[in-house]
């Protein structure tokens, strides 16, 4: 079946640094990949998604590349900062109406 | 478009208390999906509609839990009775056929005394 397996967190970091949160999947077929984000009290907001191989998401200065070769779509930001603190998840679905599959979801906190 | 929207946002109860948790989905979406998500198990899928039809619920933990969508613009999903380990927020998304990007409502903090 499909499966999402995602970097352990909590991670902490001070603002300005670089960030990376790994994200590796195993499903059959072509999956569409996604990672939502979730803000303390909110439901969880798709933050980018790609839809084939080598494509490239990105949003709000964050980007992840599609990568079939190590199934992996790993979430990367050149500099955080303390309004990214939140969960984040990354996630899979094969086709229109098929449920998520989501990974474990990854606390991130950024301090000034 | 307001996006989907939830009711209640809080509920605290008692056990042994029936709950019902309600969902309105985005207007012209056509598959509704109702989430648990608890720090122990994380986020979880409970069941999935599409056009208003049951497609999956093979993540409804027990008989204590239902849904149901009697229309394209309302859900329900109602525990009876109640108990502590319910306690959780209850997520509902939608989404349209053709495309794989759900959207969430705000959620409903479930608290069972």
């Known amino acids: 079946g499909n499966s999402v397996t995602q970097m352990e967190g909590p991670v902490t970091l001070s603002e300005e640094a670089f960030l990376t949160i790994n994200c590796t999947y195993t499903a059959t077929g072509y999956p569409s990949l996604f990672w939502y984000v979730q803000y303390p009290g909110e439901g969880l907001q798709l933050l980018l998604k790609a839809t084939k191989a080598d494509d490239k998401g990105s949003n709000k200065g964050f980007e992840a590349t599609y990568r079939k070769e190590t199934t992996s779509f790993h979430l990367e930001k050149g500099s955080v900062q303390v309004s990214d603190s939140a969960v984040y998840f990354c996630?899979?679905?094969?086709?229109?109406?098929?449920?998520?599959?989501f990974g474990t979801g990854t606390r991130l906190t950024i301090i000034p | 478009d307001a996006g989907v929207i939830q009711s209640p946002r809080h509920e605290v109860t008692e056990m042994g208390q029936e709950v019902t948790l309600r969902c309105k989905p985005i207007s012209g979406h056509n598959s509704l999906f109702w989430y648990r998500q608890t720090m122990m198990r994380g986020l979880e899928l409970l069941i999935y509609f599409n056009n208003n039809v049951p497609i999956d619920d093979s993540g409804m933990p027990e008989d204590r839990f239902s849904a149901k969508m009697p229309n394209a613009s309302f859900s329900t999903l109602k525990i009876q009775p109640s108990e502590p380990r319910d306690s959780a927020v209850y997520f509902c998304a939608t989404n349209t056929d053709g495309s794989n990007e759900q959207f969430f409502g705000p959620g409903t903090r479930l608290t069972v005394l």
């Open positions: 996630a899979l679905s094969r086709f229109g109406n098929e449920k998520l599959t």
